[in-house]
DNA sequence: TCCATACTATACCGACCGGTATATTTTGTC
DNA sequence: GACAAAATATACCGGTCGGTATAGTATGGA
């Protein structure tokens, strides 16, 4: 009976499948079995729908991915707790991080792209405060918390991208394995 | 004179920027200086024109992974030689490498995924034709071929991307580093 | 019971979409 | 220079886009 939920979740699945760009507010409406004034009544605009979607899904993403990146002196169990957060999200809501990756890689002068920058810049400098608190514990990796970062981050989405494709089982294993190569390389 | 190749140029600078969807074929012919006739003329739909646009870009991409992608013996000498591709790729044409990064994470039935897919693939079979030729030599790697492939190129397009966003210069020490840091680690 | 507010539907707007029918110009060949 | 073919322009098509004016209905408090 909720029609703003309804609506936020037949966007995010439509959004999810065939972009932003690509649906119109009619498919959504439709899809969520009302008309469009009532779509503009709760929202400004698409774009604001997509704001508003982003607020409760990407907002979803970013406060478990902040409890889970709270450094206590062990880099690696830190870095396997962000991974587990990653990839449990990744596995509860496809869509919902499809979409995410999707508008994090999507064209810079696009609506998609301006609507999402803020939530990965968040994530950007959790993830970096990580790696700049352990540079304190360890020496070494100073100065090289934004490559450390992305590359942790591009790591976790290349495994989840193999989830989504061909159907890799993101438990305990995969969360090992991958800090475990970030941190001590192939052979590990 | 070559309004075909005008006319890929021009698709090429606006659908990096805005996206595909976003585009309008309308766009695309006044950014060139001729009329949609012209378009039509050399391309069947505003599809055939992407089609022909990632023939020409993704296969520029491609036929130079291919090459630098050679397995000879020496696992990290070949990655280093792919890491050393990509990033030169992307140095020299961003706008084409940030097209088919854009596409390649687009929503899954979207036309631009869908078109870019064939491209993608075949990059995917030939970053893990390296570790299963390694694994010939080097035991330990068998059947984690894909994880691999997967993980190189995340970490390749992570590193892309603070070039993109952060101006990091792509010459030999990142290429080193990366490589390095996939083979070693981080502490390597 | 009255009223204000929140909510939803019908019907419509001008602008723009991808694509084309038709006509004209350029170009290379003989 | 005649002529066919390739290339380009004018003008237009039906359909869909995001968004809205208007009106009606449901709901909860006084």
Redesign the pocket.
């Known amino acids: 009976?909720d029609?703003?939920q309804r609506l936020l979740d037949c966007a995010l699945d439509l959004f999810s499948r065939y972009g932003y760009d690509a649906?119109?507010?009619?498919?959504v409406?439709e899809y969520a079995?009302?008309?469009?004034?009532?779509?503009?009544?709760?929202f400004?605009?698409?774009?604001?729908l997509l704001d508003a979607l982003l607020k409760r899904e990407a907002g979803r993403l970013l406060t478990e991915v902040l409890v889970a990146a709270r450094y206590q002196g062990d880099l690696v169990a830190t870095l396997e707790s962000i991974a587990r957060a990653y990839f449990a999200f990744a596995q509860a809501h496809p869509a919902c991080y499809r979409m995410q990756l999707g508008m994090y890689f999507s064209a810079p002068e696009s609506e998609a792209n301006q609507a999402i920058r803020p939530f990965t810049n968040q994530q950007r400098e959790i993830l970096e405060g990580v790696f700049i608190q352990a540079a304190e514990d360890q020496g070494n990796l100073r100065t090289r918390h934004a490559r450390y970062a992305a590359g942790l981050l591009g790591t976790i989405n290349a495994m989840i991208g193999l989830h989504f494709n061909d159907g890799l089982v993101l438990g305990e294993e995969p969360i090992y394995l991958t800090v475990h190569q970030f941190m001590y390389g192939i052979f590990s």
């Open positions: 009976m029609n703003r649906v119109s507010v009619r498919e409406v079995g009302v008309t469009k004034p009532t779509l503009y009544h709760y400004d605009s698409k774009r604001g």
